[in-house]
């Protein structure tokens, strides 16, 4: 699914030496290296806090210790996402309450988000899917209105813009109170490692976040609250750092291969692509709000699993991203769900299909991957 190595090949000489310095110098943990690269994020998102920590998961935890989420407080997510957005809540005692999307973007819906709304709901957790955001102008209108956290899970989207009514415009991470991603090495911006960071742009709550990420420790020894130990290597800080400037190139790339996967089965009768910006299905080229995570299309009225098992056999990598409902995870299963209210995800679960989507996809690979799915699907 994703060309690491090629990526690598590239980059070969300033991540080496950004390495190499790290161990010279050996700072291996909360290294000069770790600041920077912070820094550096900081300015790239426009955001006022980036604080690193050790991963994605943790990021999400950490977003929601920060806002003092309480055990029994309800969190609004959604039903088609990776396990991680709700296992976080769960573990920290609250409540999840699952909900649908939307079948074009995948998206949480904001509409169920409205109908999910109960006394004891305290944040919605919006996950920016395959790397786009979602309504996130909508969302936030809810939260002022009923006075709820918004904590963006930006796993996938890191480096998408999003557009206002407005024509005001903002990074995926910096919209709500508190974001968090991931630098899992397969994602946007991925490290040879783990890592993650936690965004924010009030001071108080990176204060706090900044405590509990090390041992909830405000001044050395003092522990005042509950903490963990979260925290980004010095090395993955530098692969990091090495690979910011080239975000928004990595970036175009993706879109660059969504755009012609899009030509080449835009008129098929059983694929849809999948639809970017808010009213078109064309990637323009200076539109950032898509930065496709995935490529994931839809097979309607067709066999998904044995076109998915062709492409595997053909040498193809080809994933379902989801293809158990959330809400249907034995982990995860509630009293409160009801499988009506759940229409859009048990449809995506068995339709959807994504590509191979990265940096270094070239066209013959992209024809041979288009000339294979026409093939089987006639
Ligand atoms: C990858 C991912 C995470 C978790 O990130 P890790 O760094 O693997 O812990 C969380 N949420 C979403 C949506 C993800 O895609």
């Known amino acids: 699914m994703v060309d690491l190595k090629g990526q690598y090949q590239d980059i070969k000489h300033s991540v080496d030496n950004a390495i190499q310095k790290v161990i010279d110098e050996t700072s291996f943990i909360n290294g000069p290296k770790v600041k920077e690269f912070q820094t550096n994020l900081e300015n790239y998102l426009g955001v006022k806090h980036v604080i690193p920590c050790a991963n994605g998961t943790d990021a999400l935890q950490i977003a929601m210790m920060g806002v003092g989420l309480k055990p029994g407080d309800e ?33 949480i819906d904001i509409e169920c988000i409205k109908k999910a709304i109960t006394p004891k709901t305290r944040a919605i957790v919006p996950v920016h899917l395959f790397g786009q955001c979602a309504d996130m102008e909508a969302i936030l209108k809810i939260a002022k209105d ?77 522990h005042d609250v509950v903490g963990v130990n979260s925290r980004l290597d010095s090395i993955q ?6 690979k910011l400037p080239k975000l928004d190139s990595y970036n175009q790339a993706r879109r660059n291969a969504a755009k012609k996967y899009n030509t080449a089965f835009r008129i098929h009768p059983n694929l849809v692509i999948p639809k970017s910006g808010t009213d078109c299905d064309n990637i323009c080229d200076n539109c950032d709000c898509h930065v496709f995570h995935q490529y994931t299309l839809k097979l309607k009225n067709g066999d998904r699993d044995g076109l998915v098992a062709h492409l595997n056999a053909k040498g193809i990598p080809c994933g379902v991203y989801y293809p158990i409902p959330l809400h249907q995870q034995k982990a995860y299963k509630s009293k409160r769900y009801d499988e009506a209210d759940f229409k859009v995800t048990n449809q995506l679960s068995k339709e959807v299909f994504s590509l191979p989507m990265h940096t270094e996809l070239e066209d013959n690979q992209i024809d041979y991957i288009v000339n294979t799915i026409k093939e089987y699907l006639g």
Not at 87 to 104: K, S
Not at 237 to 242: H, I, M, N, P, Q
């Open 75 to 107: 969190v609004i997510t959604a039903d088609f996402t990776f396990a991680a957005t709700v296992e976080v809540i769960a573990l920290l005692g609250l409540t999840p309450v699952l909900v649908d999307v939307d079948p074009n973007n995948f998206n």
């Open 146 to 222: 009923n006075n709820l956290f918004v904590i963006e899970d930006n796993a996938q989207a890191i480096g998408a813009s999003y557009s206002f009514s407005d024509g005001s415009k903002a990074k995926a991470g910096t919209l709500g109170d508190v974001a968090s991603t991931s630098f899992f090495p397969s994602k946007n911006l991925g490290c040879y490692g783990d890592g993650g960071a936690i965004f924010t742009n009030d001071d108080d709550l990176a204060h706090t976040i900044r405590g509990i990420v090390n041992h909830g420790m405000y001044k050395r020894y003092h």
């Open 237 to 242: 800080a530098a692969v990091l750092d090495a």
